[in-house]
């Protein structure tokens, strides 16, 4: 009896897996300007080349590797309290930058993008625009249950919300629970 080869897409999807999680902890161990494709290879265990062979340069890796991290928690919930699921939600990404390497991996693509036009694009495609598209959803939704104001400005209120976060992570700020109870109280104020 001949034997099975092992799948190619497993071994690869575990070399992925183990590039980007040797990503986020090295830049949350380093800092993300002391770390090179050849230290990511190294501990992920795999070649530079396979790196290059999937992303073309350090912030791509770290942009997938961010996103990753940061999957599991921006989903915002629909408990039918907009106020509540909105809490829930920025608290699990506060958590995520506290416990992670995420904060200082997202950090360190904005920088890069700074003179990477295609990386900052892919910053807002993959992360802020689905996520900002997801809470004005979300919102209308609120609207329709009567949770704010027919006329609030959700748009905006997106911005407050997201932009407090983005503001304190991005100038390596500390936010923490307290940050997100006061930013919901002050922010819904005004939208119910």
Known sequence: ????????????????????????????????????????????????????????????????????????????????????????????????????GFGAAYRGVIAAGQSDDTLLEAVFDRIIEPNVGAFVARAARARDRDEIRADADVETLADVLYGFVEFRLLHALPVDPRHIDALVELAFRGVR
């Open 1 to 100: 009896m001949a034997e099975t080869p092992p799948d190619a897409r497993r071994r690869n999807e575990c070399a992925r897996n183990a590039i980007l999680d040797a990503t986020v902890s090295l830049i949350g161990e380093v800092g993300y300007a002391n770390v090179s494709i050849e230290a990511i290879a190294r501990r992920a265990g795999v070649g530079k080349q396979t790196i290059y062979r999937w992303w073309p340069s350090k912030g791509a890796v770290v942009l997938d590797a961010a996103t990753r991290s940061l999957d599991p928690v921006v989903l915002l919930p629909d408990t039918g309290d907009f106020l509540d699921d909105v809490r829930a939600q920025l608290k699990g990404i506060v958590e995520r930058i506290a416990d992670t």
